[in-house]
């Protein structure tokens, strides 16, 4: 019988804190009955998926629903893949859109709290307490294999159902104190494995909170714990750091369900009461009629970024992520149309459970709708934060004169029922050139009855009386005089039951006008556009537009 405490003293000399140490030194949070405690827990590799901001944004809500806390842990135990300033990246990206943590590693990079430190290169004395503690318990066990022992195993299971360094092929689990002395003063590297006390014949049950009741076989790899230069597995460090950082729900990719049985493991061989799991199914997208998942190589919407140069607005996407994060989030919009997004009770039950879609057509009319209710000044703003980032020749139109520009973002705006022609603040350029000289682009062609002929009358007539300072009554009274001169009518109605009786009717009328002024058929608030425009540029367009109706007639 193996001295257990004797091989933890001799694998860990140093170790002189206690799992009690510990547990008093992280006491349990005194917080409100129901409150949760959730993480976000990310890698420092530099790209923040569209996934990660899902997972986060869940995180938060389920912390935030409870009056709970939601906190940042950098899992930087893979160093080989790290990124210098990836995580501050990522949190700055994960704030764009509300997504702050409470505790922990902070967009600056500092830390704040007192379940730290939060990055887990910084806990290693922390998880050797208690890989100690397990080796006293004889739950845990150096194993000095080397990679090709191991390529060997893995080889000969290439047919067994259950893969991995357990029963037999657990050379390591069952050496002596000797043994294992003698192959330290060799100097033999080692790992430190979990010895699982998992029966192959036993069922793990749990209740994910997205997933539901799971049932799957205990588990019985003795995986590793430590690596060889004793940092630990992302199993070893997650059930540590969410036990003592007092976790209470753990969201993460569904990628990490099959560890459960694993984990649930751990917990029990620490003595610590176990987390409660959201596992998240990856966001998915249409393709060719089915589904794939949403890729980091072939969509671009995978990326936050994409949404900050394209110019979405961060509510927006918000906004649109609810609506695939919880089923009922748009039942909850209709009833709650100027609620504030925080407002809605999220709840993580009403997650997919086989991933949430994405759809961009879907964004873009959610994004819509966002805009369409925001104030002018707010677009304003907010497109010229990103056009002066993604696009200077918007940013020099706005600065030239800055009320002209929330003037015109501001035309068809507090309606009842206001437009939606932006999407994203990549949109506006095309949707406001007509009202700058350097953008407008002439396009003459004619809808309805209009022709050249009738447009050069038009034109003529409205040059004359066109007043940029009249109020809309009288804008559009004069609009309605030309009609007559011109062989139109004023009344649509009439014109619908005698057409062969007149050119064309006021709406003609106002299309030329429109055309002449803005090179399109249709338009935002046609007086609006005038009266902005000013007496200079619309006589400009006018006469540019006689001058191209004679050319063509
Ligand atoms: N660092 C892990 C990952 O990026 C986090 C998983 C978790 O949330 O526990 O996949």
């Known amino acids: 019988m193996t001295d257990y405490k004797k091989l933890a003293d001799l694998l860990f000399p140093n170790m002189d804190k206690t799992p009690e140490y510990y547990e008093n030194f992280y006491p349990e949070r005194n917080l409100k009955e129901g409150a949760r405690v959730t993480r976000l827990a990310p890698s420092p590799t530099g790209f923040l998926h569209f996934g990660n901001l899902f997972t986060g944004m869940a995180a938060y809500k389920t912390a935030k629903s409870t009056d709970g806390i939601f906190y940042v842990r950098v899992e930087d135990t893979d160093q080989k893949r790290k990124i210098d300033g990836a995580i501050e990246t990522m949190l700055e990206g994960l704030k764009a859109y509300g997504v702050t943590a409470d505790e922990g590693v902070m967009t600056d990079g500092s830390q704040k709290g007192n379940y730290g430190p939060y990055v887990q290169s910084q806990r290693v004395e922390i998880y050797h307490t208690y890989a100690k503690y397990l080796v006293e318990q004889g739950l845990a066990y150096p194993c000095f294999c080397s990679t090709e022992e191991l390529d060997y195993i893995r080889a000969k299971q290439e047919n067994e159902d259950i893969k991995g360094y357990y029963g037999k092929y657990a050379k390591c689990r069952d050496l002596s104190y000797d043994e294992i002395k003698a192959n330290i003063d060799a100097g033999k590297t080692w790992t430190l494995r979990l010895k699982s006390p998992g029966d192959i014949n036993k069922k793990c049950f749990f209740d994910d909170m997205i997933k539901g009741k799971i049932e799957m076989p205990e588990n019985v790899i003795d995986i590793v714990l430590l690596k060889t230069d004793g940092i630990p597995t992302y199993h070893f460090a997650h059930v540590i750091d969410d036990h003592l950082m007092r976790t209470t729900h753990v969201t993460r990719g569904d990628e990490w369900i099959a560890s459960v049985p694993l984990h649930l493991q751990l917990f029990r061989a620490l003595d610590f009461k176990p987390v409660k799991y959201a596992h998240i199914a990856p966001i998915m997208k249409e393709e060719n009629g ?7 190589r072939k969509d671009p919407e995978a990326a936050v970024t994409y949404y ?7 509510a927006a996407v918000n906004e649109y992520m609810m609506t695939i994060m919880n089923s009922n989030f748009e039942d909850w919009r209709k009833a709650n149309k100027e609620a504030d997004i925080d407002d809605f009770p999220f709840n993580l039950k009403k997650m997919s459970v086989s991933g949430a879609l994405f759809d ?3 964004l873009t009319d959610v994004s819509k709708n966002v805009i369409s209710t925001m104030s ?3 677009v304003f703003e907010l497109s010229y934060e990103w056009a002066k ?5 918007l940013a020099g139109l706005y600065e030239k004169d800055k009320s002209y520009a929330a003037a015109v973002l501001n035309i068809d705006r507090g309606n009842k029922k206001p437009r939606k022609d932006i999407a994203k603040w990549s949109d506006i350029p095309e949707y406001i050139s007509y009202m700058y000289d350097e953008t407008f682009e002439e396009n003459y062609e004619l809808t309805g009855n209009a022709t050249p002929e009738l447009a050069i009358k038009i034109l003529t007539l409205y040059k004359d009386i066109v007043d940029t300072s009249d109020d809309k009554d009288t804008w559009f009274s004069k609009i309605k005089e030309i009609c007559a001169p011109v062989g139109c009518t004023p009344n649509v109605k009439e014109f619908k039951q005698n057409p062969d009786a007149f050119a064309g009717h006021v709406g003609d009328v106002s299309t030329v006008i429109r055309v002449a002024l803005t090179g399109r058929t249709n338009t935002p608030d046609l007086y609006a556009i005038t009266a902005l ?3 200079e540029r619309v006589r400009n367009r006018i006469e540019r537009a006689i001058r191209h109706y004679e050319e063509v007639k």
């Open 360 to 362: 961009t057509a879907k």
């Open 308 to 314: 900050k140069q394209e110019g979405f607005p961060c």
């Open 389 to 393: 980032e993604y696009n200077a020749a």
């Open 290 to 296: 089915g589904k794939r998942k949403l890729s980091k």
């Open 376 to 378: 002018a000044e707010e």
């Open 533 to 535: 425009l000013g007496k």
